[in-house]
């Protein structure tokens, strides 16, 4: 990052290309991924609610997926870590 002083006295940051390309790949995977929690979120809800799943169904599959800690509560319905 190139650091050039403007005409108010502050400093403007220049970035590279490639660090920008970078941030924005990053925050690309980074939406990406809370899109794919979300939609399992959902599915399991949808599951759980119209009864094609039981709570230890949801449990171990938020287990494997690596979500189970984003789920408050669910210790208290049988779901211990």
Do not use: C
Not at 18 to 35: F, H, M, P, V, Y
Not at 37 to 65: N, P, S
């Amino acid at each position: 990052m190139t650091l050039l002083p403007n005409s108010l006295g502050r400093v403007n940051k220049i970035d590279s290309s490639a660090e920008r390309d970078l941030a924005l790949n990053s925050l690309r995977l980074a939406a990406t991924k809370a899109r794919l929690k979300v939609t399992l979120f959902e599915t399991l809800h949808i599951a759980l609610r119209q009864k094609q799943t039981d709570v230890q169904g949801v449990i171990r599959r938020l287990k494997d997926e690596n979500a189970y800690n984003e789920v408050p509560f669910l210790e208290a319905v049988g779901g211990q870590q």
